[in-house]
């Protein structure tokens, strides 16, 4: 137990996060805490080295995405990867240190806006739940300011990856995407219109067997990424579609 209470921290915090989930029945939690498990080990670092945050949901949501990283790492389908939702780079710090690692030889496109943080909510992001005060809205949107500065220099060692500033869909404008096929896609806005959006750009793009990783399908926070899944899966009739009890959903093409 002496591990887990070091690697979770300070005792405050540990129990915080224990009413969530009793972490020391969990096989990785013990692994990782004696230096062996490959998935935390990369979520941390990514953590560290783009000053993210961390939280229980995120560490399942991001596990999701890099067994789907792995999966095209080692099995294919052959095709670029693609990420709408950057902030400071965590999700694509993780996946880039994976694909380097296994000498990945495609290209990696990330597209943010790098500066207003959320784009404006439509009724279909409403929680019905005080989310509409000017300053409720305000918070929100300015908590995912990022730093495009930043972000690029804690992505300098990946030259494969691109960064594209700017508001989605209207970033997608630019030289050999449009052509490009896709072998994975992560989706992380948070928004309906953006969510759709993205959707609608890569998902026609996929190779068959692509993987579309959509990080909020399911928040409480914001529904709108799940009302742009449904709304978007209504019509395409994926092969496979996997929706994660904690949050999130995989989309295989
Ligand atoms: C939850 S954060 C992404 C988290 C990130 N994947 C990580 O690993 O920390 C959502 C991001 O979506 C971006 N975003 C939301 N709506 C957008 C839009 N319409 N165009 C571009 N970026 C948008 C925000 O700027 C924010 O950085």
Redesign the pocket.
């Known amino acids: 137990m002496r591990f887990i209470r070091r690697l979770l921290g300070p005792k405050k915090k540990n129990e915080a996060r224990k009413r969530v989930v009793d972490v020391e029945r969990i096989d990785r939690y013990v692994r990782h805490a004696e230096g062996k498990d490959a998935y935390l080990s990369a979520y941390f670092e990514a953590m560290r080295n783009t000053g993210?945050n961390d939280n229980i949901f995120k560490q399942n949501r991001f596990f999701t995405l890099y067994q789907m990283a792995s999966r095209v790492l080692a099995q294919g389908p052959a095709g670029d990867v693609a990420?709408?939702?950057?902030?400071?780079?965590?999700?694509?710090y993780m996946v880039a240190n994976l694909l380097k690692a296994g000498g990945w030889p495609g290209h990696f496109w990330v597209?943010?806006?790098?500066e207003?943080?959320?784009?404006d909510k439509t009724p279909k992001d409403r929680t019905g739940r005080g989310d509409t005060s000017p300053e409720a809205t305000r918070n929100q949107k300015e908590s995912?300011f990022?730093d495009y500065d930043a972000v690029k220099a804690s992505l300098a060692p990946f030259p494969f990856v691109s960064l594209h500033k700017?508001?989605?869909p209207a970033?997608f404008d630019v030289p050999g995407l449009a052509e490009s096929r896709f072998a994975l896609v992560?989706i992380?806005?948070?928004?309906y219109?953006?969510t759709r959006d993205s959707l609608e750009f890569f998902y026609p793009r996929m190779n068959p067997g692509g993987i579309i990783v959509i990080?909020d399908y399911g928040s409480a926070l914001f529904p709108g990424s799940k009302t742009a899944v449904d709304e978007y899966l209504a019509k395409a009739k994926p092969a496979f579609f996997l929706e994660s009890h904690l949050m999130g959903a995989v989309i295989v093409v």
């Open positions: 993210s990420e709408c939702g950057c902030w400071r780079g965590h999700s694509t597209f943010d806006s790098f207003g943080g959320l784009s995912f990022s700017g508001w989605i970033s992560h992380d806005v948070d928004l219109e953006p990080d």
